[in-house]
């Protein structure tokens, strides 16, 4: 019998690069992968994963239940359950007690998911809890901010999807992911644009800095809320500068009072499974605030392959039943970094000129800005080709709609 059969399957629900991440983690294992979603778009394209579509989510849980069911018939084993994205995590915690002991699920009770999930809840429920988070308010409820510039985020990451809905054609719903005000004149034309949709946006205070003083701390905790492993990693480069998505980052260590903040909240959400914490520090005072919190795998969980504290691998391990001891990533910051090549040589050589000067390198200069013991660079990882020409493509798409949407707008 082979190594890979031996192995009990995992099925990650939806299809994102945080799925692809773990799944290289537990494919180069001999794990058997299985993306979930109504459509194959990257991670299914992985060459250590297959494909089994699934309904839409919004529309019916039972049907979603019925074809999970339908695939492990076809597997065997006692299957885990891996939430790709924030609504995958709520619909897994929803439908969990449906599925009873035929899966071993990752993720917390639904009550947690949803505070998890929502930074308006969350980031009240944090301040009376003592946590560092920042104070918002829900756009639909003041008239004007008392002071700018401000930034206003969706509430929750599936909130563009629904948004998108209300919006003139042609316009890309991702601008909202994170909206910088800096006067009164941008402030009432946002409310104007969004005039439908503002109960579901959050206005709160620029923090100072950039993206590179972002840190995040991905966990997995077991269903003692115990962490079993910890891994710091602190954003390089992120696109827009101001508060963008990895593009770059490296492992990287916290103060221990962060990691005791993270095992509090854990244990007070009854929390087992795969999770994400960001925090931002501010440059001129060092003072750390709690900016987030995802309940699933994220984009750079494939870092973690590169480390002791393998997160999918540690996850995957406990909930089949394996004693484990907790990992914690240690080693000096920079040792291990991750890029995502194509976006990061595109800011670096283009986008940050206007969006941020300071980041814009030469050649030489960005490839030794990556220089590590180890380098997992996204499109790559685990030569995964499949994949990455996949994650090519996508972004081709993307940018090309991008400039479409910009000629429309000029004309």
Known sequence: MSQRSKREPVFFLGDSMGSLGAIQSLGSKGVPCWVCAPERRIAAWSRFARYWHIPDPHENDERIIERLRALSARTGGRPVLIPGNDYYALVLARIAPEL?????????????????????????????????????????????????????????????????????????PMRYQFELIRNET????????LRDNLDQFIVQTLLAGTSADTYSIGVYADRNSRLLGTFVLR????YP????????????????????????????????????FEYRREPTTGVFHLLDANPRCWTWIALCAASPADLPWIAYQDL???????????????????????????????????????????????????????LVVAELNQFDWSAGLMILFTFLRSASRRIARLATRRS
């Open 320 to 374: 089949c039943g394996s004693p484990l001891a907790p990992v914690t990533e240690t080693r000096s910051p920079g040792s291990i970094k991750y890029v995502f090549l194509i976006s990061d040589f595109l800011s670096v050589f283009y986008r940050y000129r206007r969006d941020h000067p300071a980041w814009s390198l030469s050649p030489r200069q960005w490839w030794r800005s990556l220089a590590a013991e180890k």
């Open 235 to 238: 954003k390089i480069r992120g």
């Open 100 to 172: 009873g002991c035929e899966f071993a699920v990752c993720g917390g009770p639904l009550s947690s998911i949803e505070l998890l999930c929502h930074k308006h809840n969350f980031a009240d429920w944090g301040m009376e809890h003592g946590l560092p988070c920042l104070p918002g308010v829900l756009a639909s409820e003041i008239d004007a901010p008392e002071a700018y510039p401000v930034v206003v985020k969706p509430i929750n990451k599936f909130t563009l999807q629904f948004t998108a809905k209300n919006l003139p054609a042609g316009v890309d």
């Open 186 to 193: 941008e402030w009432r034309a946002y409310k104007e644009e």
């Open 241 to 276: 500068a101001l508060s963008g998505e990895t593009k770059a980052g490296q492992n990287d260590h916290v103060p221990e009072w962060i990691i005791a903040q993270v095992r509090q909240i854990i244990e007070t959400l009854q929390y087992s499974g795969i999770l994400e």
